[in-house]
């Protein structure tokens, strides 16, 4: 298997989607794409613990994604080996009524990691210039001061909320939040394939809905909002991964190399020196305990 170099995935200039391949098996089979993931889980799971005693960074990760791109089985595979306890998940639909009574952020700033967690975003603040971005009619329902015609959602709009997600993220990273974003790059094809799989199989079936189909007419649409999204919003702060996500098990792989590596970069997360007195008196402590025998 070679190796994984995960600066290959980074956004770190302008980038054209249909140039920038969709799979990537690593020259892997399965049995042994899970074996390596299980053990870059395993020490995610470490680190999460000293990130936890340590208590001064949050990570928040990111995963958007076409319909079907692998985001739900993603999360329960790189995460499962990691304290549930310390990976908060957070999936966000359709904004509720009072969500709508609030800025577009709002629901995603309240839903943001713990010092010491991790949060994970399926779908995110990205929605407010991806899916509305398709459908600006869906602005309206905002009810913002200075937009009552979709004439009103214009260029001008969008580089608003360009520059609004990069100040959010901007000041979360400057706050101690670790930031990660993944977009599952996944092809018409493979897409294709997976809602054939849905109908096809029983099990799957309540995953399915018409507005899968509906929404695939929009792929063209999709993709020219996620180029612009990625060019114009992946910063050091607050970069963009782009994950070939037709083959799951490499994507998943991906995802948590790329989690890792980065994460062991930050030195400063050690677990905490115990008081002085304590440790002059670990030994007395331990005597008390052991008489109790």
């Avoid at 956004?11 to 892997?28: K, M």
């Avoid at 999936?91 to 609030?102: D, G, W």
Wanted: aromatic share 10%; proline share 3%; net charge neutral.
């Amino acid at each position: 298997m070679k190796d994984i170099d995960i600066t290959d995935y980074k956004v770190d200039g302008h980038i054209q989607l249909d140039q920038i391949p969709t799979i990537d098996d690593f020259n892997a089979d399965g049995k042994l794409l899970r074996k390596k993931l299980k053990t870059v889980s395993q020490e995610l799971s470490d680190f999460q613990n000293t990130l936890y005693a340590h208590g001064k960074y949050g990570v928040l990760i990111c995963l958007q994604g076409m319909d079907t791109a692998g985001k739900d089985s993603l999360i329960r595979e790189v995460f499962k080996e990691l304290n549930a306890r310390g990976v908060v998940v957070h999936s966000f639909k359709v904004p509720t009524k009072l969500e709508k009574r609030h800025d577009y952020l709002w629901r995603h700033y309240i839903a943001l990691p713990e010092r010491g967690k991790f949060s994970v975003f399926n779908r995110t603040h990205y929605e407010n210039v991806l899916v509305t971005k398709v459908h600006p009619e869906y602005i309206l329902g905002e009810n913002l001061p200075d937009v009552t015609t979709v004439e009103d959602v214009n260029d001008a709009f969008w580089e608003k909320r360009y520059r609004q997600i990069n100040d959010f993220e901007r000041h979360i990273s400057e706050n101690g939040t670790l930031i990660f974003k993944f977009f599952l790059h996944l092809s018409k094809e493979e897409q294709r394939q997976r809602l054939l799989r849905r109908l096809h199989l029983q099990e799957k079936n309540w995953k399915f809905s018409p507005a899968d189909i509906a929404e695939r007419q929009l792929w063209d649409s999709y993709q020219e909002c996620y180029q612009t999204a990625l060019n114009k919003t992946s910063k050091p702060h607050a970069p963009w991964y782009i994950v070939p996500a037709d083959n799951k098990k490499a994507a998943r792989l991906i995802v948590a190399t790329i989690l890792l590596e980065t994460l062991k970069k930050y030195k400063d997360v050690k677990e905490p020196e115990l008081d002085a007195e304590i440790k002059a008196n670990l030994e007395t402590y331990k005597q008390q305990l052991e008489k109790e025998a």
